[in-house]
């Protein structure tokens, strides 16, 4: 299978070049050029088959001409080393914990299979990854190629708008893993490494790959925890239609479900939760695409006002908004509407939710019929988001992060300085 750009179809690429590109030389994404479907019968036994062997399955028609069976379940076996448990939340609503990797949120599996993927690909030169984060990705990343031979991380965060637990989680490793504040939004941190993918000259010098979830290497297997999920929940669902919330930031998550969906899964639909970064609820309300100036919510790693992954999502739609909101409805949650969620919810059915995961429920719960049962992605470990869910549940403890010995830069919104940080 081949990779093709989004902004430009003659341009075909293998997998690992789309790996080690990131993004394509026109600035568009990668997408596989075409989606195979996955046979009834897989669906029919898949309750009996492992874990890894379903990996296995839906990923080699991706990656089979770039990586061998021994080194795709090389890479699987150390990607998938933690469970992703549906929990029963109520009669009709379950919570897809994707928290239990090292750094807490669903991005270490992405993370931890586009590192050993590129550790593979890189053949002995130096590859500088740049990563843009609102939270979340800097800790998986950091955590996924930390002491990685020849791969050195830098990350940009915006100063002030991750969590302490967080920040502690990107600056505490060192050696290969290199944080950066920059003082500015994530909007700014995410425009600073489009600009220097689009900079030839850098490109030229430079070995740079990306590791935000517009690289394809940690869109694929982020596929897998929706098989997984309809593995645990088949015999539960019997004639009752399977309904996906997800909490919705760059849309990655969304593109790897649509993208399962299209293989063959049988979600019935997907409900794309936003907070008040809501791009996207707006474009499947009204059509139109307007991407807006983030602001800063409670559910940090959603705060995104420009997804990166939209163009993916138009792309598999071709370019039809009617189309999508076939397969997509959205919803919108606020600051408010969240945290009474997570006490509600604590109140209710006895489970915590983080931010994150508050606002995929909720927007479930708008939307869930009778005939459907309800799984939301429940994408971070609330205790990542302590100091939220304290204002609603004050008695909540989690352990506390020094940060004194942490080490990051700074900087500001400057390509120019950024530029210096990447070449040293
Ligand atoms: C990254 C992240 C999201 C948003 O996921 P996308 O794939 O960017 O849409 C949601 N919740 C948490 C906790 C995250 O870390």
Not at 29 to 53: H, M, Q, T, V
Not at 101 to 107: H, L, R, S, V
């Amino acid at each position: 299978m081949n990779f093709i750009c989004t902004r430009n179809k003659d341009e075909k690429v293998s997998f690992k070049d789309a790996v080690i590109n990131g993004l394509s030389k026109q600035g568009g994404l990668y997408i596989p050029d075409n989606i195979p479907a996955l046979n009834d019968s897989f669906f029919d036994g898949i309750e009996s088959l492992k874990d890894e062997d379903i990996a296995l399955h839906v990923l080699s028609p991706f990656v089979s001409e770039s990586l061998t069976e021994k080194q795709l379940k090389q890479i699987i076996s150390e990607t998938l080393n933690f469970p992703t448990p549906v929990v029963p939340v109520t009669d009709q609503i379950g919570s897809l914990e994707l928290f239990h990797g090292p750094t807490q949120a669903f991005k270490d599996i992405g993370a931890r299979f586009m590192s050993r993927c590129l550790a593979h690909f890189h053949e002995g030169k130096e590859v500088v990854v740049l990563v843009a984060t609102s939270g979340d990705t800097g800790s998986a990343v950091a955590n996924g190629f930390f002491d990685v031979d020849g791969v050195t991380v830098k990350i940009l965060f915006p100063k002030g708008k991750v969590s302490p637990y967080q920040e502690f989680q990107m600056t505490s490793l060192g050696k290969n893993i290199h944080a950066i504040e920059v003082n500015g939004t994530f909007d700014d941190c995410q425009a600073l490494v489009k600009q220097a993918f689009n900079d030839t000259d850098l490109r030229n010098k430079v070995n740079i790959s990306s590791a935000n979830s517009i690289n394809i290497a940690r869109l694929l297997p982020q596929m897998l925890y929706y098989f997984f999920a309809y593995k645990q929940l088949k015999s539960k669902l019997k004639d009752k239609k399977l309904t996906v919330s997800v909490p919705c930031g760059n849309l990655g998550n969304l593109t790897a479900g649509i993208i399962a969906k299209r293989m063959g899964l049988p979600i019935h639909k997907f409900i794309a939760a936003n907070n008040a970064n809501d791009t996207f609820s707006n474009y499947l309300s009204s059509g139109i695409y307007q991407a807006k100036p983030s602001v800063s919510t409670h559910s940090n790693a959603m705060d995104v006002g420009a997804p990166s992954n939209f163009e993916r999502l138009e792309h598999i739609y071709n370019h039809s908004v009617s189309d999508m909101q076939k397969d997509i409805t959205s919803f919108t949650v606020n600051d408010e509407m969240t945290l009474k969620e997570i006490s509600h919810c604590m109140a209710a059915n006895n489970y915590l939710l983080d931010p994150h995961g508050a606002v995929g429920m909720l927007a479930l719960k708008s939307a869930l019929k009778e005939d459907e049962y309800g799984v939301f992605l429940e994408t971070a470990h609330p205790q990542k988001f302590s100091e939220i869910i304290q204002k609603v549940l004050p008695n909540y403890k989690s352990e506390t992060v020094d940060l004194k010995d942490c080490n990051k830069n700074s900087m500001d919104n400057n390509y120019a300085e950024f530029l210096e940080k990447i070449t040293n």
